[in-house]
T-cell receptor, first 110, second 112 residues
């Protein structure tokens, strides 16, 4: 049973537009959520996080929203840039242990 | 400071062989975790080590094993390799109790 799901394997957006990446989870005990970005031939790098006691966290062009009642997490990138093209993983944590989604490949077209 | 270093970066093995992968964490990071990434499967948790002790283990067969040394460096071993073991193996380190993982670039294993 997959506890963290990213239902869209890929997403394509135009440069300057908003990118919205989604993540659903099943375990209400998850207490912390993160997004990682991965370029080819590199390991994932931390992007942004949110605690379960919050519903929004913003860092520059990146905003993460958490809807606990829906068990849904989303990452908004505004405006999207070609350099944002990468695989994005969401991760949910219980007691510091991370469970990852399958990833969404974002392509930002110039 | 130096990041997480994984060696080798690429390797090719044949079925039935065994392989050892190495990970040097960021200095001061005592927690080391291993993940397997395959196309469409995301990052599957293998195990986590802290202070030379396995603290958590994922749902992988016993052919997958690991260890951590006193300097926090870690190795993972896969015995009796199968074609399905072809994957990118990622190591991540963290300060104990921290939620953010710092990943290495990975070791890409191809089993023929």
């Amino acid at each position: 049973d997959q506890q963290v799901k990213q239902n869209s394997p890929s997403l394509s957006v135009q440069e300057g537009r908003i990118s919205i990446l989604n993540c659903d989870y099943t375990n209400s005990m998850f207490d912390y959520f993160l997004w990682y970005k991965k370029y080819p031939a590199e390991g994932p790098t931390f992007l942004i996080s949110i605690s379960s006691i919050k519903d929004k966290n913003e860092d520059g062009r990146f905003t993460v929203f958490l809807n606990k009642s829906a068990k849904h997490l989303s990452l908004h990138i505004v405006p999207s840039q070609p350099g944002d093209s990468a695989v994005y993983f969401c991760a949910a944590l219980i007691e510091g242990k991370s469970t990852f989604g399958d990833g969404t490949t974002l392509t930002v077209k110039p | 400071k130096a990041g997480v270093t994984q060696t080798p970066r690429y390797l090719i093995k044949t079925r039935g062989q065994q392989v050892t992968l190495s990970c040097s964490p960021i200095s001061g990071h005592r927690s080391v975790s291993w993940y397997q990434q395959t196309p469409g499967q995301g990052l599957q948790f293998l195990f986590e080590y802290f202070s030379e002790t396995q603290r958590n283990k994922g749902n992988f067969p016993g052919r997958f094993s690991g260890r951590q040394f006193s300097n926090s460096r870690s190795e993972m071993n896969v015995s009796t390799l199968e074609l399905g073991d072809s994957a990118l193996y990622l190591c991540a380190s963290s300060v104990s109790g921290a939620n953010v993982l710092t990943f290495g670039a990975g070791s890409r294993l191809t089993v023929l």
